[in-house]
Nanobody
Framework: QVQLVESGGGLVQAGGSLRLSCAASGRSFSSYSMAWFRQAPGKEREFVAG???????YYADSVKGRFTISRDNAKNTVYLQMNGLNTEDTAVYHC???????????????????WGQGTQVTVSS
């Protein structure tokens, strides 16, 4: 059974930074794509950033240039460094496990089979 546990959320002022972590249990972490999604109140869950097994990365336009996704396969962990936060980034952030052995980033929710419980990020103005 795979478990994903996010941490690092919190309250930050606009312009500030946070670093989210997602620790994964289970085998063969390095062979799976991983991604971060977020869901703001009253809105649908949306793709934020993803990274493949080979390190290929894709960002949503709304976070490009401000967020950085990375992974440490030795620690079974994926990170999301968030800089230049604004109030529109307020949401619950979830990490998710994507397709195995895929070299292209998947951005659709249906392509991710395991999800973390989420960590709240609140940006104040």
């Amino acid at each position: 059974q795979v478990q994903l546990v996010e941490s690092g959320g919190g309250l930050v002022q606009a312009g500030g930074s946070l670093r989210l972590s997602c620790a994964a249990s289970g085998r063969s972490f390095s062979s799976y794509s991983m991604a971060w999604f977020r869901q703001a109140p009253g809105k649908e869950r949306e793709f934020v950033a993803g990274i493949t097994l080979s390190g290929r990365i894709y960002y949503a336009d709304s976070v490009k240039g401000r967020f950085t996704i990375s992974r440490d396969n030795a620690k079974n962990t994926v990170y999301l460094q968030m800089n230049g936060l604004n109030t529109e980034d307020t949401a619950v952030y979830h990490c998710a496990r994507g397709p195995q052995w895929r070299t292209q980033i998947a951005t659709g929710l249906a392509e991710y089979d395991y999800w973390g419980q989420g960590t709240q990020v609140t940006v104040s103005s």
